[in-house]
């Protein structure tokens, strides 16, 4: 990859420039789609994906600490990642440190550690994993210099712009999975966090969907929040909402709730006592 104005000016020295002129390391276009690191290093997982003509712009005051051949940008949330169970507290809250993945397997690539007073939205269950939606800014890293041997992995790229790091893999859904299109058995489910579920509300999102069926056994509750891939993650408790006969203006839409997660009393299915609801 070439970015001419940004290696000349480090060939002739003019590092100084740079620094006090960030404005210019985005003068120079991308000449090809490029992957977006999450390390100064080729070997670790690729966050993203810029397309040619990205005028990549450096993270403020990172040149000095960044390695030669690399630069640092910003690269904007909300991003997808995953967290096993035991990484999640009494009220599901991701733990400080804890590392949260691109994919729900453990030698998944690592997209960031948690930190304190991270804001996530709770999208989803994959067995011990948890899906959330991250909201906040990372820093990811381009590859500038010439490496040998150094092959930008731009395969995976979608035509058109910046794509997901490939491969954020979902896990398939299991014949009979209960979703808009099939019915039958859930998702997977299993005890969150410390002991189970949550004295705190929080924010979980996915699709509103109703759980009754003609000619099938009623469901413990009417309604149900289930994940992308039409997987039910729990059971909706709409007891405590007011004006419910407006319920179904909500139903196969995708929704943000607002309640308190607990297990149901027969059964490991998750229960979200819901506080508030909005479409998403």
């Given at each position: 990859?070439k970015?001419?104005?940004?290696?000349?000016?480090l060939?002739?020295?003019?590092?100084?420039?740079?620094?006090?002129?960030?404005?210019?390391?985005?003068?120079?276009?991308?000449?090809?789609?490029?992957?977006?690191?999450?390390?100064?290093?080729?070997?670790?997982?690729?966050?993203?994906?810029?397309?040619a003509?990205?005028?990549?712009?450096?993270?403020?005051?990172?040149?000095?600490?960044?390695?030669?051949?690399?630069?640092?940008?910003?690269?904007?949330?909300?991003f997808?990642?995953?967290?096993?169970?035991?990484?999640?507290?009494?009220?599901?809250d991701v733990?400080?440190?804890?590392?949260?993945?691109?994919?729900?397997?453990?030698?998944?690539g690592?997209?960031v550690?948690?930190?304190?007073?991270?804001?996530?939205?709770?999208?989803?269950?994959r067995?011990?994993?948890?899906?959330?939606?991250?909201?906040?800014?990372?820093?990811?890293?381009?590859?500038?210099?010439?490496?040998?041997?150094?092959?930008?992995?731009?395969?995976?790229?979608?035509?058109?712009?910046?794509?997901?790091?490939?491969?954020?893999?979902?896990?398939?859904?299991?014949?009979?999975?209960?979703?808009?299109?099939?019915?039958?058995?859930?998702?997977?489910?299993?005890?969150?966090?410390?002991g189970?579920?949550?004295a705190?509300?929080?924010?979980?999102?996915?699709?509103?969907?109703?759980?009754?069926?003609?000619?099938t056994?009623?469901?413990?509750?009417?309604?149900?929040?289930v994940?992308?891939?039409?997987?039910?993650?729990?059971?909706?408790?709409?007891s405590?909402?007011?004006?419910?006969?407006?319920?179904?203006?909500?139903?196969?839409?995708?929704?943000?709730?607002?309640?308190?997660?607990?297990?149901?009393?027969?059964?490991?299915?998750?229960?979200?006592?819901?506080?508030?609801?909005q479409?998403?």
């Open positions: 990859m970015i001419s104005l940004l290696r000349s000016a060939a002739s020295g003019a590092f100084a420039a740079f620094c006090t002129f960030p404005a210019v390391l985005a003068a120079a276009p991308l000449t090809e789609t490029t992957a977006v690191h999450t390390k100064p290093d080729a070997a670790s997982p690729a966050v993203t994906f810029l397309k003509g990205t005028e990549p712009v450096a993270v403020a005051g990172s040149l000095a600490s960044t390695p030669a051949g690399w630069m640092a940008i910003e690269l904007p949330g909300p997808e990642g995953y967290v096993e169970n035991k990484d999640l507290t009494k009220s599901l733990k400080v440190g804890a590392p949260i993945r691109q994919a729900p397997k453990a030698d998944a690592v997209l550690l948690a930190e304190k007073n991270d804001k996530s939205t709770i999208t989803g269950l067995g011990k994993w948890t899906q959330i939606k991250l909201e906040k800014n990372l820093t990811g890293y381009i590859h500038i210099g010439t490496t040998p041997g150094y092959v930008p992995p731009i395969a995976t790229a979608t035509a058109g712009g910046a794509a997901p790091a490939a491969p954020m893999e979902s896990a398939p859904v299991a014949p009979g999975a209960f979703g808009a299109a099939t019915e039958g058995s859930p998702a997977p489910m299993v005890n969150l966090g410390d189970g579920g949550s705190l509300p929080r924010q979980f999102s996915g699709r509103f969907v109703a759980t009754r069926r003609p000619f056994p009623r469901r413990p509750y009417d309604y149900a929040l994940d992308d891939a039409g997987r039910r993650y729990a059971y909706l408790d709409i405590k909402l007011l004006l419910t006969d407006q319920i179904e203006n909500y139903v196969d839409h995708p929704v943000v709730v607002f309640g308190t997660a607990r297990t149901a009393a027969t059964s490991k299915d998750l229960v979200i006592e819901i506080e508030s609801l479409l998403r």
